[in-house]
């Protein structure tokens, strides 16, 4: 089985048609047929690319060695999802919420966590009165 091969079964385990699977590692989607047909593998770049974007293990794409993806704990997932946020091409209003979060005391950022959880609990509240309301 070959690199191209396996990036058809990664890409068909995530759910993702060609094009989208392309617009996450910014890629054509010609590229991803050509690997889907067998014709061509990723370059290193774009291996590095799909390991990171995906969470798989360059040994199993590279040469279907052990499991398809990284095992991650709690924290390095959180740490790889707010590096991801921080990529080159984020929005300047994802940078400058990164930022500002960086720089807010934890109280702070506690009082406003649990400002958010009564606001999530009161708008389920609603959707459940709504609900019932319309049976």
Known sequence: MSVASRTSELRK???????????RLGITRGAV?????????PSDAVI?????????????????TGEMLEQLTENEDRARFFGGLSKENASP?????????RKTPEPAIRAALEFVCNVYESYN????????ESK
């Open 13 to 23: 385990a995530f759910g993702l048609t060609q094009q989208a699977f392309a617009d």
């Open 33 to 41: 047929a050509n690997w889907d047909l067998d014709r061509s593998d």
């Open 48 to 64: 590095s690319l799909i390991c990171r974007e995906f969470n798989v293990r360059e040994a199993w794409l590279r040469d279907g």
């Open 93 to 101: 209003e994802v940078l400058a919420f990164i930022d500002a979060l």
């Open 125 to 132: 509240a609603l959707q459940k009165e709504k609900g019932s």
